[in-house]
């Protein structure tokens, strides 16, 4: 089944009480049980839900993955993961990642007795030389947010593959629309649900795709365990989103790229990071692992001054400042001051993220009415 068709088929069945063809929502907290412990699958809502068990059946089709597991938000689901490991425990991730992955791992579980090292893993000799004894797990995005920068899944899969230790990929800016990490030798995958998935900026939601029996069976007893769930209302419009994530991925890629190669020749404009220009160092990686360059892209302007990027979006009048993105409508951030605020300051320029980039998430508007916007705000 090719995926436009699993997008909208794979895992999802009409109802089998009144056949109706959307999935419904099951608004309930309980199920009525024949006797005690004796039920039809389903006993309480924080343990399963009809609505999500399609929802998660739904991703892990689209992952090409065995178990699809959902959280309340992608923190959730990243929290999930680190509770898979002990203190002592060592984990090597991207040195330009989400904010938000930063300070969990940095405030929260290094708290706790993990361990943490941050490597550029655009380059794999950068992962073997930072591996040591005690190191149990590899998290990487690609592309990485918000520097867009490329790695090598595959490469990077067998330095982890030939030492026992687990592969995680973020793969929320792909979207497994144009990238399928397990197929390229990850042990996890896991998304920010929230972004292109649901798509239309209503729904908060993290996931997790694996084909390991045992470690789903750890996560899905965490997710129990621990609480974190979405709701069916939620896990509904996540649904009805995904069955028309290959068409908007589709319009994403195009107006990124018209904008893109635009922002590239704009003389105010000092830097483009998108891989789907030929001088991005990544490029030739992203035509091998991914099937498009995807509808996220971050520029630097000229300068150095911060105040020249905060007055360019609050200029703009299609593009929105906001968190987030993925969504039908383009937004734009400012990765210093808002995703990456938590990431110190010293370690953000060392990683290459400066003051005055500007992250933009483009929507599916009319491309030409996106140029105009950043020609005018820009100047």
Known sequence: MNFATKAIHAGIEPDPTTGAIMTPIYQTSTYVQESPGKHKGYEYARTQNPTRTVLQNNLAALENGKHGICYASGLGATDAILKLFRPGDEIIASNDLYGGTYRIMVRVYQEFGLKFSFVNLADPAALEAAITPATKMVWIETPTNPLLRLVDITAIAALTRARGIRLVVDNTFA?????????????????????????????VMGAIILNDDDTAQQLAFIQNACGAVPGPQDCFLVLRGIKTLHVRMQRHCENAQRVAEYLQQHPKVSRVHYPGLPDHPGHELAKRQ???????????????????????MESFGVFSLGESL????????????????????????????KDTLIRLSVGIEDVDDLIQDLAQAIG
């Open 326 to 353: 993925g969504g039908v409508e383009s937004l734009c951030t400012h990765p210093a001051s808002m995703t990456h605020a938590s990431i110190p300051k010293e370690e953000r320029e060392k990683n290459g993220l």
């Open 290 to 312: 991914m099937r498009g360059f995807g509808g996220m892209l971050s520029f630097e302007l000229a300068g150095d001054r911060m105040d020249e990027a905060v007055h360019v």
């Open 175 to 203: 979207s497994p629309y144009l990238q399928n990490p397990l197929d390229l030798g990850a042990d996890i995958v896991v998304h920010s649900v929230t972004k292109y998935l649901g798509g239309h900026s209503d729904t």
